[in-house]
């Protein structure tokens, strides 16, 4: 995929904040929410104009007609504007009233009929020359359901349309059964995406996380523990009287005691006791592959006595007492016994495939 690391990672310092309503609701709370924002040092202002909500009759956003105030922030604050986009009237509309930047929403995002009607509608711009590809930036928030390759497949659709910046929000996942966050965090997923998509910005949106106030500074936290590049977050001047997500929008005023308190952990990559800890890790890394080397020769000599005097490769009773021992000495080791049984499953599990390996083999037995 090409992507490119975000450009607007430029306009903002080491990690970047981009803030603003749920929804845009008036010009005024628009204004003065962006105002506020920018007066913090906030830089890119987000506002949802076309809101896909669940139920029919709950307020569905000012649509079109919230572009208007959009620019009105651009021009008064010099802030980056940003709005959602779920099909090919909401992209062509935004693209000409010079949103800087897009977003596809979780709902859209699990849907790629619309994702790829937003993509032949960026593909359509380029091509006809009313936008250039580095020009606009996308951001693909992931879709409601915990599922990497959709949300990876969003990507590519708006790459293959020759859209250069991309970005991923990273927005938690839907889950029926209501407990502390509005949509699971599943970590491991953002993650397995840095993995697979190194280049890519990610960045978390712990408002809709959480879906309250309180959690937004310590899933926050967590996100830029995790190497997260920025965050979205809901900010509304009067929370209270929000037309949508009123649970989890907070004022300018607290957004700024929550930027003051987050740890932005600095690249400490090239460190001297970092190179020296990873050093230690690889000699321990290559120690226990030797062990473990050395564990499977073992094993297959036991295998090939076992066939010798065919005794059953596999022994209940052996293998519950050697996890039960060794589960004991792993909590006597402070190390997690419920890792441990994983790994020792693994191990034995490779222990037996090689033995019954010998048992197949009509090779003698010192081969
Ligand atoms: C939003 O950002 O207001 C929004 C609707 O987000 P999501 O698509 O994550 O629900
Ligand atoms: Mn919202």
Redesign the pocket.
């Known amino acids: 995929m090409n992507i490119k690391p975000l450009d607007i990672l430029r306009v903002t310092e080491k990690s970047f904040v981009i803030a603003g309503p ?2 845009a609701e008036s010009l005024e709370q628009t204004l003065t929410t962006a105002k506020e924002l920018s007066s913090l040092g906030v830089k890119v202002f ?1 506002a ?1 104009l076309w ?2 909500r669940s139920k029919p009759g709950s307020f569905e956003g000012v649509g079109t007609k919230g572009l208007e105030w959009l620019q009105k922030v651009k021009e008064s604050t010099g802030m980056l504007i940003a709005t ?1 986009i779920a099909n090919t009237i909401h992209t062509r509309e935004a693209l000409k009233a010079q949103v800087d930047i897009l ?1 596809i ?5 699990a849907n790629p009929f619309a994702v790829q009607e937003i993509a032949d509608e960026l593909e359509t711009q380029i091509k006809s020359k009313k936008i250039k590809r580095n020009q606009i930036t996308i951001l693909v ?1 992931n879709p ?1 359901n915990p599922d990497l390759d959709l949300w990876i497949g969003a990507m590519e659709r708006i790459a293959n349309a020759g859209i250069e910046q991309i970005g991923a ?1 990273h ?2 996942f839907s889950t029926y059964e209501k407990g502390l966050f509005r ?1 699971l965090p599943h970590w491991h997923i953002p993650i397995e995406l840095k993995r697979r998509v190194p280049q890519l910005t990610i960045i978390c ?1 712990p ?2 996380i959480g879906g309250r106030k309180e959690l937004i500074h310590p899933i926050s936290q967590q996100a830029l523990n995790m190497g997260f590049s920025g965050l ?1 977050i ?1 900010s509304h001047i009067e929370p209270e009287r929000a037309l ?2 009123k649970e989890q929008q907070i004022t300018p005023k607290m957004l700024k005691s929550i930027m003051e308190l987050l740890v932005v952990r600095e690249s400490i990559d090239n460190s001297e006791s970092l190179t020296e800890l990873r050093r230690e890790i690889d000699e321990l890394d290559q120690m226990l592959l030797n062990l473990l080397s050395k564990r499977m020769a073992i094993s297959r000599e036991i295998g090939r006595y076992k066939k010798e005097y065919s005794i059953p490769v596999f022994q209940p009773s052996r293998y519950n007492h050697m996890v039960i021992r060794r589960i004991s000495q792993a909590s006597e080791l402070m190390v997690d016994p419920d890792f441990v049984k994983l790994i020792l499953q693994a191990i034995h599990q490779e222990s037996v495939r090689q033995q019954l390996e010998i048992f197949n083999s009509t090779k003698n037995k010192n081969q």
């Open positions: 749920c929804s987000r949802g809101k896909p959602e977003w929403g979780a709902r859209t995002t928030k409601v929000i927005r938690g949509n949106d408002s809709h979205m809901e949508s997500d």
